[in-house]
């Protein structure tokens, strides 16, 4: 048998996880598939890769040292594949991930001025939550991601700062909290909230502030859906956590700041040390060109 490249990236996802369930979900493939490509790996060459413990996989001597001839077949694999793509004049999307809310204020700004000078490459969004993006940025699923970067300390991540702004808590003009100049989340720990789901940087951060103060919040739904959140919002009585640029001109809304404030860092992502294509090292030259535009206040 010949070893394949899904098996390198199967087994490669395993070492970086500890887990086959963490990996296979990350690859979104099946538990048992990716079992499969371990133990036949390890049949065919004889070894043990993984050293098992309590349900975790630590890669043994002999699985260190094909890691780190895996990695390099991969690299090459998709540097090959990348080139050879370009050398058909096959026309490449760039793949982007990027949260809801950032998708609403701040990509038309970043996709107009790149459309203006880059007409000929394409961008394909891939929406979800900024933990969402990273990971998949790390596994090689999108290409770059416009994203929260707030506690993001990753070797192997580049970060390359847009704006600043903040979390506001957003309730309708008739809510009794509407105008007030601040809330503390002791002030609103009662408050009906809609969130968005696992996996997004207002969730977790949400779920802090809360356990910070020993109290449990009264969420009642879970939206993804920016205009779906305000009209809840305005007429339904409930309350959110926005990012400032997205309500500012929202008159439907009362947007207070919070006590202590939230501060929020959105930036363009990348992985280092990859070869990226001609068209995402374009728009990685605009962002750095571009990125004084974007700051906001």
Not at 93 to 100: L, N, S, V
Not at 105 to 124: C, G, S, V
Not at 274 to 295: G, L
Request: charged content about 25%; proline content about 5%.
């Amino acid at each position: 048998m010949i070893m394949k490249l899904y098996q390198l990236r199967y087994f490669t996802a395993v070492c970086r996880y500890g887990y086959v369930t963490r990996a296979a979900e990350e690859l979104h493939v099946t538990q048992p598939s990716v079992s499969s490509a371990i133990k036949e790996l390890e049949d065919e060459f004889s070894v043990n890769l993984f050293h098992r413990i309590n349900n975790r996989l630590s890669p043994t001597k002999e699985g260190l040292y094909f890691l780190d001839q895996a990695t390099k077949i991969l690299e090459l694999a998709d540097s090959t594949t990348s080139m050879m793509e370009e050398l058909g004049s096959r026309k490449k999307q760039i793949k982007i991930g990027i949260p809801p809310m950032i998708g609403t204020f701040l990509f038309p700004k970043l996709f107009t001025a790149f459309r203006k000078k880059y007409p000929n490459i394409d961008l394909e969004l891939v929406e979800g939550g900024s933990p969402d993006s990273l990971l998949a940025v790390e596994n090689d699923a999108i290409d770059l991601a416009v994203i929260i970067t707030n506690g993001i300390k990753k070797p192997d991540i580049h970060i390359e700062p847009l704006c600043s702004t903040e979390f506001m808590f957003c309730v309708g003009r008739d809510h009794p909290l509407a105008g007030r100049a601040y809330v503390t989340f002791e002030d609103i720990k009662d408050e009906s909230l809609i969130l968005f789901k696992n996996g997004y940087f207002q969730n977790s951060f949400v779920r802090s502030r809360f356990a910070e103060i020993n109290a449990e919040p009264n969420i009642i739904l879970y939206s993804n859906q920016i205009i779906t959140m305000k009209n809840l919002v305005r007429e339904c009585g409930v309350c959110a956590f926005l990012i400032r640029d997205v309500v500012k001109n929202d008159s439907g809304l009362s947007a207070i700041p919070i006590d202590p404030p939230i501060p929020i860092e959105i930036g363009v992502i990348w992985r280092k040390n990859k070869r990226h294509s001609s068209d995402t090292i374009q728009f990685i030259k605009f962002v750095n060109e571009m990125k004084n535009t974007f700051v906001s206040g």
